[in-house]
C-alpha cells in the first residue's frame, strides 16, 4: 500500500511536486537542508507579486490558518544581539516583545531589519522558511504550528511556497514549541462617525433685524424710528 504521505496534498489551487524534486523553486539553504528534513516537504510555484501571506491566500485560496509566517527577531541582553526565527500562523502575529523577549531573558525584542535578515538567512525577504536558517539560530514555534497536519511556508524564494506537516517543522533541530507565541491578529475598531453639527432654528447666517434681499439698508431704520426723533 503506498504511503499517503508520498501523495502530493490538495491544497489550494496549487500544484505541489515533491520538494527534493525542483531546486529550481528552492533557495539555497532551502535546497541545501531537504535530505536532513525528518517527513515529506511538496512545493508549488507562485507568482512572486503574491508571495506575501495576504494575497496569496486570496489568490491560491489556500486558507490563512493553514498557513505560517516566519520572522526574524533581534533579542538584545547585555550589548550582545542574537537572533531567532519565530514560526507562528498566519492568522496569529508573534508575542515578539512579550513572551519571546522573556522567554529568551532579552532587555528588549523587536523585528530584525530587512536588510539583516536577507542577509543573515541567504532567504529572499517574504520567503524566509524555518528550514535552511543557521545552525546556531533558536527557532520558537507556536503550538499550534507543531499541532497541524500540513502548514503552508516560505520557500526561501518569493516564488515558491513549501507544504510541511507542522511536526516536521517542530522537529527541527534547533526548535522549540511555545504555548501562546502567537496572538490573535486584532483588527482595529473603525473610528466613531463624524456627525455633522446641528444649527438651532435661529442659528443662520443673517443677523437678527437683518433683510439681506433688502435693497436700501437705510429703509428699515427710517421706518422704525421713534416719534422724538423729527423728521429729515
Not at 523587536?110 to 528550514?131: H, K, L, N, R, W
Not at 516564488?159 to 510541511?164: D, L, N, R
Not at 442659528?203 to 434681499?213: H, L, M, T
Request: proline share 12%.
Amino acid at each position: 500500500m503506498p504511503d499517503p504521505r508520498d501523495q502530493p496534498p490538495v491544497l489550494g489551487s496549487l500544484t505541489w511536486e515533491p520538494a527534493a524534486a525542483r531546486p529550481d523553486l528552492l533557495g539555497d539553504p532551502v535546497a541545501a537542508a531537504l535530505p536532513a528534513l525528518g517527513g515529506p516537504a511538496w512545493v508549488a510555484p507562485v507568482d512572486d507579486a503574491l508571495a506575501d501571506t495576504a494575497a496569496f491566500t486570496e489568490a491560491y485560496g489556500v486558507p490563512p490558518e493553514a498557513s505560517a509566517n516566519c520572522v526574524v527577531v533581534a533579542a538584545r541582553r547585555a550589548g550582545q544581539t542574537t537572533l531567532v526565527a519565530c514560526l507562528v500562523l498566519a492568522t496569529t502575529r508573534a508575542d515578539v516583545n512579550g513572551l519571546v523577549r522573556r522567554h529568551l531573558g532579552a532587555r528588549k525584542a523587536s523585528f530584525a531589519p530587512q536588510d539583516v535578515a536577507v542577509a543573515e538567512t541567504g532567504m529572499a525577504y517574504g520567503g524566509i522558511t524555518p528550514i535552511g536558517l543557521p545552525a546556531s539560530w533558536p527557532v520558537l514555534v507556536e503550538a499550534a504550528v507543531a499541532a497541524a497536519d500540513l502548514v503552508v511556508v516560505g520557500s526561501g524564494t518569493r516564488g515558491a511556497k513549501i507544504a510541511v506537516p507542522g511536526s516536521v517543522l517542530a522537529a527541527l533541530p534547533t526548535a522549540e514549541v511555545l504555548h501562546g507565541l502567537g496572538v490573535p491578529i486584532t483588527e482595529a475598531p473603525d473610528p466613531a462617525p463624524v456627525l455633522a453639527a446641528e444649527r438651532a432654528p435661529d442659528d443662520r447666517d443673517v443677523g437678527w433685524g437683518e433683510r439681506p434681499d433688502e435693497p436700501d439698508p437705510d429703509r428699515r431704520y427710517l421706518e422704525d424710528r421713534p416719534p422724538h426723533w423729527g423728521s429729515d
